[in-house]
């Protein structure tokens, strides 16, 4: 898939630069404090710069030498710079996503209608106020967000998605909404602004990718409390090294204090934590997913249960009539009438293709007196009521039902047996009845999306349950669900019963995501914990949840899932592996605070390391080397695969946890062989 969103390499010079530069401005104290643990080791390198001072005015060399205690400092410094390196150059790739995005957004000529009189006038995009309508042929570029409120026409939305095949949208249903920016194939749309000058979709975007926005999340708060707690306790711990080195007649030096505490502290994850949160958002974009919050992408990394639409959804969504099937003792030619008659008015796909199937001159058909009503989601029918008396409704076969039996017609038996026959071949049957007597049923057939099987397969190993929801009669339902493999279905669903389902699974403590489109989602999108609409849904969908997916693929969310997974899992190992890391840099200091005074501890000393100075400086080097050492497996996530998450736990301990407790004393020990080469 090509990305109109620039792809860039993990370092690219030009974001290299800007990061160096960032890393410096964030040695600012006032913006490192949101760091406790980097806070701490800035008052260490603080501390260090004074000691150095000391030893090169003073004389003394009761803190050993000048060049010792430069070394420390420096090193110490880089440790700052490194961590803030990462965080830099995470948020710079944000921003070059965000400047490519800003290229979309230019001015362009809208042809602004004037809706009294009719008349157009060409305007700069920018005048454009919400309410507004304007008119847009082949050729045009869309210049602001809206709704078409009349019209059909193909669109190329590669500007934003990068995807090149051209969409289909019209107005009515839920494929009505267009994105600024995007560019008109065919035809000619009238289009309503939704949105204020300013607050358009590309401008929310692209002000949450340059991470203007971007808040810690409730997780990436609770660690950094618990790295506060951490480096809390090993300045305890250092404090008390002095009486015991008093006792054992061992003066201890403040660089040696510094450098066991800098290493002792946690400093990988410190400096690594932010650059996670925000590769993690990076990474969604990338997908071509724009998430509002960063909280949004770490819930989907621990979904229980996802509720999915069926029709566009699951199938493919242009849901078309293919059969008229009278009932006993109707005519047929009568019948294909009523049931144009009664789609007239129906901007649905399934009205329109009602019209394309029954192919009538239906230009004199309708007269001023006809009153159309509308299909909803909530009666599940739509029709007609003429001026001759003449009351025709076509919906959802208990719809059809409750107005036959409420005007004291049997529901016929052989109409009952077509509806059940259709219906357990997938197809959605619509019974037609006029004023309460059946006329017959609409066959209406919709194809399921090729490869969506191995998906839901997928999304079941990751220990996500998928629940398909439609406003369909259960036979069909059942037979699309077995075919497409979800866990679980609800029919003959009202908006409502969406998000009632979605409370009781939040309830009973699960995490729920919706994935939908219309504006009647939009209750269930809000109250899902991720709520994702499609680019292509109405306004009111895209507002209402928490994240939108531009190439309007609903299977999205297997990505999604990996990512918000991906992204809690490269937290919680590099935090494993951060402390694991930090034993061996123990095993190299102590014994060189105390190794003249007490020759018992020649035995911790396992690594035999030179001399006491080489020791300590070869274990903060490679406390600070391992931070950009680290920073690509920070932006690129730990690899996940699905392979249950008890199993995934033991694998990452063994390679993080067990490989950060090893890898220290083979790095330390170079670092040390290297020292005495060089010194
Ligand atoms: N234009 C229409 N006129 C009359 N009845 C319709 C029309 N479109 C759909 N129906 C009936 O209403 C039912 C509910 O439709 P609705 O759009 O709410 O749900 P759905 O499309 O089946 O499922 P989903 O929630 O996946 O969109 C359909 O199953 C069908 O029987
Ligand atoms: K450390
Ligand atoms: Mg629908």
């Given at each position: 898939m090509s990305k109109a969103i620039a792809t860039t390499r993990l370092f690219e010079p030009h974001l290299v630069r800007a990061a160096f530069r960032q890393s410096f401005v964030k040695l600012n104290p006032r913006i490192l404090f949101r760091n406790p643990v980097m806070f701490t080791v800035e008052a260490g390198t603080a501390v260090m710069l004074f000691v150095t001072l000391y030893t090169a005015f003073s004389g003394h060399t009761d803190q050993g030498s000048f060049g010792y205690n430069l070394a420390v400092f420096i090193i110490l410094l880089f440790t700052l710079l490194f961590a803030n390196f990462a965080e830099a150059i995470a948020e710079a790739r944000g921003k070059a996503q965000a400047d490519s995005l800003r290229k979309t957004r230019e001015e362009t000529p809208a042809r602004w209608i004037?809706?009294?009189?009719?008349e157009l006038k060409t305007i700069p995009s920018s005048q454009l106020n919400k309410g507004d309508v304007f008119l847009c042929e082949t050729?045009?570029?869309?210049p602001m967000d809206g709704e078409i409120i009349e019209g059909i026409a193909t669109i190329d939305?590669?500007?934003?998605?990068?995807?090149?095949a051209p969409v289909i949208r019209e107005s009515?249903?839920?494929?009505?909404s267009v994105t600024g920016g995007t560019k008109v194939l065919s035809d000619r749309i009238k289009v309503k602004v939704t949105t204020a000058p300013g607050e358009s979709f590309l401008d929310k975007m692209i002000a949450l990718v340059e991470g203007a926005s971007r808040q810690k999340t409730p997780n990436e708060i609770a660690l950094t409390i618990l790295l506060a707690g951490f480096t809390l306790v090993f300045v305890l711990v250092c404090v008390t090294l002095k009486p015991f080195g008093d006792y054992a007649n061992t003066p201890i030096t403040i660089a040696a204090f510094v450098a066991l505490f800098v290493c002792l502290i946690p400093t990988t994850i410190g400096g690594l934590l932010s650059a996670i949160g925000i590769a993690g958002m990076d990474r969604a974009l990338r997908a071509n997913v724009v998430t509002k919050s960063g909280k949004a992408v770490e819930t989907a990394g621990d979904l229980d249960t996802l509720l999915l639409d069926?029709?566009?959804?699951?199938?493919?969504?242009?849901?078309?009539a293919t059969h008229f099937y009278p009932a006993m003792g109707i005519d047929k030619a009568l019948f294909v009438e009523a049931c144009v008659l009664a789609s007239?008015?129906?901007?649905?796909p399934e009205g329109k293709s009602i019209l394309e199937l029954a192919?009538?001159?239906?230009?004199?058909?309708?007269?001023?007196?006809t009153r159309f009503v509308a299909f909803s989601a909530e009666t599940r029918c739509s029709g007609v009521d003429l001026a001759s008396g003449r009351s025709i409704r076509k919906g959802a076969f208990d719809a059809i039902k409750t107005i036959t039996e409420r005007a004291g017609h049997a529901f016929p038996q052989e109409t009952a047996t077509e509806v059940k026959t259709i219906a357990s071949n997938g197809g959605t049957p619509l019974v037609v009845c006029e004023n309460g007597k059946i006329l017959g049923v609409i066959e209406l057939q919709d194809i399921i999306k090729p490869g969506i099987q191995e998906r839901f397969q997928r999304l079941r190993k990751m220990g996500v349950k998928t629940v398909m929801v439609t406003g369909d009669n259960p036979l069909t339902a059942r037979f699309i669900a077995e075919k497409a493999g979800v866990d679980d279905f609800i029919a003959e669903a009202r908006p409502e019963d969406k998000m009632n389902y979605i409370r009781q699974e939040q309830q009973s403590g699960k995490l729920v995501a919706m994935m939908g489109d219309g504006t009647n989602d939009a209750p269930a999108l809000a109250q899902a914990d991720v709520g994702i609409a499609m680019n292509s849904g109405t306004q009111a969908a895209k507002e209402a949840g928490n994240m939108v997916d531009l190439d309007n693929d609903p299977t999205k969310l297997i990505e999604i899932v990996e990512i918000g997974k991906q992204l809690l899992m490269t937290r919680g190992t590099l935090t494993t592996f951060s402390i694991a890391n930090d034993i061996a840099k123990y095993f190299a200091i102590v014994p060189a605070l105390f190794i003249t005074a007490i020759p018992a501890l020649k035995s911790l000393n396992?690594?035999?390391?030179?001399s006491p100075q080489s020791a300590i400086l070869s274990a903060v080097i490679f406390n600070a080397l391992i931070i950009p050492a680290l920073i690509p497996l920070a932006l690129r996530g730990v690899a996940y695969k699905p392979i249950g998450a008890s199993a995934l736990l033991r694998r990452n301990l063994l390679i993080y946890g067990l490989g950060g407790v090893l890898l220290p004393f083979a790095c330390i020990k170079l670092i040390d062989i290297l020292l005495g080469l060089f010194l």
């Open positions: 004037d809706t009294f009189s009719g050729g045009d570029v869309i939305e590669s500007a934003i998605t990068g995807e090149s009515g249903g839920d494929k009505s069926k029709t566009g959804t699951i199938t493919i969504g242009n849901r078309k007239l008015a129906d901007e649905t192919n009538l001159d239906t230009g004199s058909m309708a007269t001023r007196e396992i690594m035999q390391l030179k």
